[in-house]
T-cell receptor, first 116, second 112 residues
Framework: SAVISQKPSRDICQRGTSLTIQCQVDSQVTMMFWYRQQPGQSLTLIATANQGSEATYESGFVIDKFPISRPNLTFSTLTVSNMSPEDSSIYLC?????????????FGPGTRLTVL | GQNIDQPTEMTATEGAIVQINCTYQTSGFNGLFWYQQHAGEAPTFLSYNVLDGLEEKGRFSSFLSRSKGYSYLLLKELQMKDSASYLCAVRDQGGGYNKLIFGAGTRLAVHP
């Protein structure tokens, strides 16, 4: 299984500011995904981070609000821009396709964001 | 469209067996995952089914019927530490990417 780390683990931010979350994987992976989990709810996919091209966003999520970088096969960042209290959530990085296997998908420890 | 349904809450007794059901409708099915999530923690991978039938892994088993759009997670010899949310997720290859679509999760409470 892949070992995934995220930074920061948690943060408290002011309305109108931006936060960049980092995701680092210990092996090269084809696909990286960013999810959001709002309090008491399940996971919602924000976007698929593609190496060498723009991210693919799900309905309801836009690049201006959630810009994503994927500079190489082991790293990605998600920025939450112009934050509001509604963005308070856990943001999770997920990877799949490690070692060519598509029967696994793992999650990082998450970043717990509180917006005041 | 995509739709994944699972019960919101279940309770069970320590030592017993519990079955958590999941039904789904997706446009491009490419596998079904079950995850366990304890409060405040990230989801932990439990199982993956892509072919019909039962996959057994220790105390946990997962079943899939693609024709019925149905899966279940079976937990045997329940322990108190099994109290958690269990998430059913379907891999959808629509659009060319194998993304996971999650159900709302089932909160399981195991009591003595």
């Amino acid at each position: 299984s892949a070992v995934i780390s995220q930074k920061p683990s948690r943060d408290i931010c002011q309305r109108g500011t931006s936060l960049t979350i980092q995701c680092q994987v210990d092996s090269q992976v084809t696909m990286m995904f960013w999810y959001r989990q709002q309090p008491g709810q399940s996971l919602t996919l924000i976007a698929t981070a593609n190496q060498g091209s723009e991210a693919t966003y799900e309905s309801g999520f836009v690049i201006d609000k959630f810009p994503i970088s994927r500079p190489n096969l082991t790293f990605s960042t998600l920025t939450v821009s112009n934050m509001s209290p509604e963005d308070s959530s856990i943001y999770l990085c997920s990877v799949g396709g490690t070692g060519g296997s598509y029967n696994e998908q793992f999650f990082g420890p998450g970043t717990r964001l509180t917006v005041l | 469209g995509q739709n994944i349904d699972q019960p919101t809450e279940m309770t069970a007794t320590e030592g017993a067996i519990v079955q958590i059901n999941c039904t789904y409708q997706t446009s491009g099915f490419n596998g079904l995952f079950w995850y366990q999530q304890h409060a405040g923690e990230a989801p932990t991978f439990l199982s993956y089914n892509v072919l019909d039938g039962l996959e057994e892994k220790g105390r946990f088993s997962s079943f899939l019927s693609r024709s019925k759009g149905y899966s279940y997670l079976l937990l045997k010899e329940l322990q108190m530490k099994d109290s958690a949310s269990y998430l059913c997720a379907v891999r959808d290859q629509g659009g060319g990417y194998n993304k996971l679509i999650f159900g709302a999760g089932t909160r399981l409470a195991v009591h003595p």
